[in-house]
Antibody
Framework: EVQLVQSGAEVRKPGESLKISCKAS????????IGWVRQMPGKGLEWMGI????????RYSPAFQGQVTISADRYVSTAYLQWTSLKASDTAIYYC??????????????????WGQGTAVTVSS | DIQMTQSPSTLSASVGDRVTITCRAS??????LAWYQQKPGKAPKLLIY???SLESGVPSRFSGSGSGTEFTLTISSLQPDDFATYYC????????FGGGTKVEIK
């Protein structure tokens, strides 16, 4: 079964750092890009960025460039989303996602057919 | 960046109704459009990809159409399990979601 399993809920204070994870199974990790989507409380879905673990090629939405770091370790089939200094406005649920089109030389594309269960991040003093 | 505009933002309907949700792209995205369903407290679920292709396991009462900049999701006969929020998404140039349409019980 193809699945993405995310790390558990986190509570942090403003200014703290955080790294959450997403472990893939049931498919060859390096055959697909893997991305992250944010959902703030009561709001819609926002694409943050995506990474190809084969060569660490990473693309960010302009809204999130410089705000987070996406990385991946192909040897443990795991993607990561990292903050160095959290803000209260980072409070949200974060989903990792897998596109349904395999990685090609043309870059990331595809509908997101597999979603992680979500990681709730709460930033509060 | 490509912007996606969904309408309506909220829709009140009854079981058995035919429901249509519209999604407009700020520029042509060919047919690189997906639709998702999200229920409270759950991750979104892919319903339709490439405008009109039904994801495996999705009931046939869901259908999608359109091309270029205008797209629709239709539920032919609304069922109790369909009350949820629906999002469109373009993947012609990176990824952008629409703002969502909440389908409520009338």
């Amino acid at each position: 079964e193809v699945q993405l399993v995310q790390s558990g809920a986190e509570v942090r204070k403003p200014g703290e750092s955080l790294k959450i994870s997403c472990k893939a199974s049931g498919y060859r990790f390096t055959d697909y890009w893997i991305g992250w989507v944010r959902q703030m409380p009561g709001k819609g879905l926002e694409w943050m960025g995506i990474i190809y673990s084969g060569d660490s090629d990473t693309r960010y939405s302009p809204a999130f460039q410089g705000q987070v770091t996406i990385s991946a370790d192909r040897y443990v089939s795991t993607a990561y989303l990292q903050w160095t200094s959290l803000k209260a406005s980072d409070t949200a649920i974060y989903y990792c996602v897998k596109p349904n089109i395999p990685a090609t030389m043309y870059g990331p594309t595809g509908a997101f057919d597999i979603w992680g269960q979500g990681t709730a991040v709460t930033v509060s003093s | 960046d490509i912007q996606m505009t969904q309408s309506p933002s909220t829709l009140s309907a009854s079981v058995g109704d035919r429901v249509t949700i519209t999604c407009r792209a700020s520029q042509s995205i060919d047919d690189w459009l997906a639709w998702y369903q999200q229920k409270p407290g759950k991750a979104p679920k892919l319903l339709i990809y490439k405008t009109s292709s039904l994801e495996s396991g999705v009931p046939s009462r869901f259908s999608g159409s359109g091309s270029g900049t205008e797209f629709t999701l239709t539920i032919s006969s609304l069922q109790p399990d369909d009350f949820a929020t629906y999002y469109c998404q373009q993947y012609n140039s990176y990824f952008t979601f629409g703002g969502g349409t909440k389908v409520e019980i009338k």
